[in-house]
């Protein structure tokens, strides 16, 4: 190939510039070059000339290079594997000066030979690699490159491998260990000391041996030499003492034994300079406020995660120590608790640091310490207790927004603050496990204060206070459980005192968002603490208020809407609300009027929200009928001429695609709210009320909805929804409309209109049962037929992903029709004239479901479908003709070999409640069948399906002896042990049904 022509190539796969065409020959023309056999000798022929080639040429050259050793080199004669290593040792030795990508890039080729060569075919590998050292400051740094290369090939554990690469790598690292890393480390040491002063190459060899500590042996960095070296990196506040920091982290999340891990810890005595070197770095950063260098925010992390590092680690290993079966010293737990007491005031000062980035790596070592103080505190002494009442306030503190701060606005600094803040929220939460009363005592005084005096209160206080008491919520009630009643009873009387501060105080006027957010959350999440006479007033005037649902802040009106849902259907709070119905109607009027959805104002789901909280209300007992219906007649009817309007307009009128949708969305949306209003009502207190004609008749009319030709698919669903909810609130009064809503939603159907039809005709099933007879005796055929139709396309689409799952899902759908239609009590619709001539296809399918698939959850409903059957034909409740012979031929034998299937394990959930229900069925039938079964069973099934003489003659005892608890150990034992010679579970664990 000539040079041109490779080089040309190269500029217009990498030209932005370039079409798609272009780059897409360009890229064909370079991986043939790759694939021929002499490509990479072309690429080496350039990379000979590497100093007069474009940096762009070189890297494709060694793009190629490096496709050939990945892919063919173990393919290669030795002469040109040779060839290969000598390319790559020149470029270690000529490229010192080139750019970092390609510096990396000639490092992996060192690393992808290292993986095929190393030692056998290499023995001189590190010897060649050593020889870098001697050639001034870039050579080594191309040294210590290829040794993190060498790393990331075999060692890092953030890249997937095959079982067969984790072999060769561990392998490869055993042999590493055996011969040469002990003078890697070595080198990398000497690296470190010989250039403390060049802060880029002593911390990326400092790097190195972070990298390699994890699996070399602990000696290497845990000697006298190693420990003075790190001992004088600590004392540099730059990259040098942040990649010291770093080697500590590895030796101390290295894995050892605790008595082991201790010696390290005491032998390397980083302790003293950790701390000196921290409070350095503190000093440095106060010193510079805000214009400190983002390098020493850097090194203070690290610095601060290598003291969490130590901390967590002997806390991890002081609970082992304490481990009932562990005989660790009693001296040993002192020196773990020594440490600890040490180093954790330390971290709680890490926690109380001004850059949250700081605080959040002391996290996770006081976390483990607060669990260890709940188990062991005797054994960390007295001072543990002071030292989580600290991490309370400091804790508490750190919750606390900055002044200067704007919540919730979208900005990345926000984002992380809100992460930071769930963190301390669960480490808020533990302390409060440790002891609730204590943790309520030490900041219920300092909350009261703070909310009676709110006015004058900086924002970020009052919102700190708010938020302590929406999370107090989440765990008061958890934990009060287990405390003793008087405890658990000032505990409450405490903490309603606070909530009910919050509405009494006027706290919701407070001039800044983020605190009227959180009065609604605290509100919102503590209904019960509010349910009094004295309360309900000023809980009403804060919802319905304008910083409630009338707030001119849409995300936070949503939330009020929300909320106020929830409030109003609480079950002490809504009887208080029920005494002042007029002014809540008269407040929501307005916010429920259409006009405010129109102009943008307010959300469909806000509206939803305040309906269904209305009608929970509504529901309640206290009030009278007439006035029921009257507040429902009030704020249904608009609804009910404004869908009449849609319709009509739908119906007659010509309109664009973007009207057409916009209209069915609002008729949708009109259907949803009347759905809405009867959500707090059920059929008995519904009838009671006076109020099912108005629900009837909006179904009635919404159910004409089902004909309109335009926005099919967003309109039935609406309208199925609808009656899903009317199944619920009407009673036996909605099957006078079931056959218009059938007819409406089956007609011109599509196979997602059958999934989603299947799920209500089965709520009309297990609500009506043998009620909807005369209905499903209609729609059962067709329904089927509709089905199968669709259906026998499954096969014949399976190269389509889409439909293919598609008709999956209603294959699913209609084996939970079926169930449905058996299980309960409407097995009579398969006996009906019209059903007869269709039965043995239906049981074909059935049987097909139960054998002939790999699906354990469908094969398992498919056999609770044949239990249904066969205890309806057992007890002569329908006539199946030819089940007898079925059962013998294929329902049987079914029993046996599904279990047998490969893919059926009794590890999965799904196999066992499956092998239950084919227990059951083998109890039923030999219950029916008796002798003629067994002799069948005998005769041809078990033979067949493997079982050896002895094995039949028990199973079939088994099943004479018709005892539940018999047939579920005996049977599916022995059906395991044909499957698996060593059983998988014990035979108490394989008790089916």
């Known amino acids: 190939m000539a040079a041109s022509n490779f080089e040309q190539a190269v500029y217009i796969s990498a030209s932005p510039t370039s079409t798609q065409e272009q780059r897409q020959r360009a890229f064909d023309h370079l991986q043939a070059l790759e694939d021929s056999e002499d490509g990479w000798t072309f690429c080496a022929d350039q990379l000979q000339r590497c100093q007069d080639l474009d940096l762009t040429v070189t890297f494709a050259c060694l793009k190629i290079v490096e496709g050939v050793i ?12 040779q060839s290969v290593k000598e390319l790559v040792i020149m470029l270690l030795m000529s490229s010192s000066h080139s750019p970092t990508f390609i510096r990396n890039k000639i490092a ?9 060569d190393y030692p056998y075919k290499w023995k001189s ?20 490159r290829v040794l993190t290369a060498l790393n990331d090939e075999i060692a890092d554990r953030d890249l997937y491998r095959s079982q ?13 260990r055996e011969r040469d890393v002990a003078k890697l480390i070595a080198a990398c040491f000497h690296i470190t000391q010989t250039y403390i002063g060049d802060d880029d190459l002593a911390s990326s060899a400092l790097t190195v041996v972070s990298h390699y500590i994890n699996w070399v042996d602990i000696g290497l960095v845990a000697n006298d030499e190693a420990i003075e070296l790190f001992h004088r990196c600590l004392q540099h506040t730059n990259s040098i003492g942040q990649q010291a920091c770093e080697c500590i982290v590895a030796i101390m999340l290295k894995g050892m034994a605790p008595e082991d891990k201790m010696r390290v810890i005491q032998q390397i005595d980083v302790w003293p300079l950790l701390c000196g070197l921290t409070q350095q770095l503190v000093q440095i950063r106060a010193a510079s406020e805000d214009n400190c260098d983002s390098n020493t925010d850097a090194v203070l992390v690290t610095a601060s995660r290598c003291i969490d590092a130590m901390a967590f680690v002997v806390l991890q290993n002081l609970t082992k120590c304490l481990d009932q079966t562990s005989a660790a010293s009693a001296d040993l737990i002192q020196e773990h608790a020594n440490v600890i007491n040490a180093v954790i005031p330390t971290a709680l000062q890490l926690l109380g640091h001004v850059d949250d980035d700081v605080a959040e790596t002391a996290l996770p070592s006081l976390q483990e310490y607060l669990s260890v103080a709940k188990q062991f505190g005797d054994v960390l002494g007295q001072s543990h207790l002071e030292v989580l009442q600290q991490l309370l306030t400091t804790t508490v503190v750190k919750l606390k927004y900055d002044l200067e701060d704007v919540p919730d606005n979208g900005s990345e600094e926000d984002a992380l603050f809100q992460e930071f803040r769930k963190e301390l929220k669960g480490l808020f939460g533990n302390l409060c496990h440790w002891n609730l009363s204590l943790v309520l005592e030490s900041i219920s005084s300092n909350i009261d204060d703070v909310l009676s005096n709110c006015p004058s209160m900086p924002w970020n206080e009052v919102e700190l206070c708010l938020y302590l008491l929406y999370a107090l919520a989440e765990y008061i009630t958890q934990i009060t459980r287990s405390q003793p009643r008087s405890e658990a009873g000032v505990v409450h009387d405490t903490y309603q005192h606070l909530v009910q501060a919050v509405l009494h105080h006027n706290v919701v006027a407070y001039p800044h968002l983020a605190v009227v957010t959180q009065v609604f959350e605290v509100l919102g999440r503590n209904p019960k603490y509010l349910a009094n006479d004295e309360c309900a007033v000023p809980l009403l005037q804060a919802f319905l208020g304008p910083q409630g649902v009338l707030s001119g802040a849409p995300k936070l009106r949503s939330r009020c809407c929300y909320l106020m849902s929830g409030i109003m259907r609480d079950r002490q709070v809504k009887p208080l609300l029920a005494q002042h119905l007029d002014p809540i109607v008269e407040c929501l009027a307005p916010v429920l009027s259409f006009e405010r959805l129109i102009d943008g104002d307010l959300l469909p789901e806000d509206q939803f929200f305040l309906f269904e909280g209305l009608s929970w209300v509504l529901a309640q007992d206290s009030i009278p009928s007439d006035v029921k219906q009257t507040r429902l007649w009030h704020f249904a009817d608009p609804l009910l001429q404004l869908y009449k309007s849609d319709f009509h307009a739908l119906d007659n009128d010509s309109m664009s695609a973007e009207d057409e949708r916009r209209v069915a969305e609002r008729l949708c949306h009109v259907i949803a709210c009347v759905m809405r209003l009867s ?9 009671a009320s006076g109020c099912q004609p108005l629900f009837l008749s909006a179904l009635n009319d919404f159910l004409s909805a089902l004909a309109l030709p335009c926005q099919r698919s967003l309109i039935h669903s609406s309208v199925r929804m609808f009656l899903h909810r009317m199944i619920v609130a009407l009673g036996d009064d909605v099957l006078s409309c079931i056959p218009a809503a059938i007819k409406g939603l089956l007609t011109n159907h599509t196979a997602e209109d059958l999934q989603e039809f299947i799920p209500l005709i089965n709520h009309l099933i297990t609500k009506f049962k043998a009620k909807v007879l005369p209905f499903l005796d209609q729609v ?33 759908g209609y084996f939970t029709f079926l169930h449905a239609v058996v299980n309960n009590g409407c097995c009579a619709v398969l006996t009906t004239a019209s059903s007869k001539p269709h039965l043995s296809a239906i049981l074909t399918t059935v049987l097909r479901g139960a054998a002939g698939v790999e699906d354990v959850r469908l094969q398992k409903q498919c056999f609770s479908i044949l239990v249904a059957l066969t205890t309806a034909w057992a007890a002569q409740n329908i006539e199946l003709y030819g089940y007898e ?4 031929t294929e329902i049987v034998p079914a029993c046996f070999t599904v279990p047998l299937a490969p893919h059926f394990d009794l590890h999965d959930a799904q196999a066992h409640l499956c092998f239950g229900e084919i227990c059951a069925l083998l109890l039923l039938l030999t219950c029916q069948l008796k002798g003629e079964l067994l002799s069948y069973l005998q005769r041809d099934v078990l033979t067949t399906c493997g079982f050896d003489s002895e094995q039949t003659d028990i199973v079939v005892q088994s099943l004479h002896q018709v005892g539940h608890s018999i047939l579920g150990n005996e049977v599916c034992s022995l059906t395991v042990a044909v499957v698996n010679p060593n059983p998988r579970l014990s035979i108490t664990e394989r008790k089916a049904g």
């Open 70 to 81: 990945s892919k063919r080199y173990c393919a290669l004669v030795s002469d040109q594997q």
């Open 679 to 687: 959500k707090g009502f059920s059929a008995k207190s519904l009838l």
């Open 885 to 888: 012979t079925l059962i013998q």
């Open 108 to 116: 992996q080729l060192f690393g992808l030979i290292f993986r095929f």
């Open 125 to 144: 590998c590190f010897e060649d690699l050593l020889a870098l050292l001697n050639q001034g400051r870039q050579a080594i740094d191309m040294f210590l």
């Open 164 to 176: 067969h690469e984790y072999e060769v790598n561990a392998q490869l690292k055993d042999q590493l």
């Open 780 to 812: 059962f055929i067709p329904l089927i037929e509709a089905i199968f139709a669709f259906l026998n396309q499954l096969e014949a689409v399976a190269d389509n992903e889409h439909v293919f799952a598609e008709l999956s899902s209603l294959r699913r």
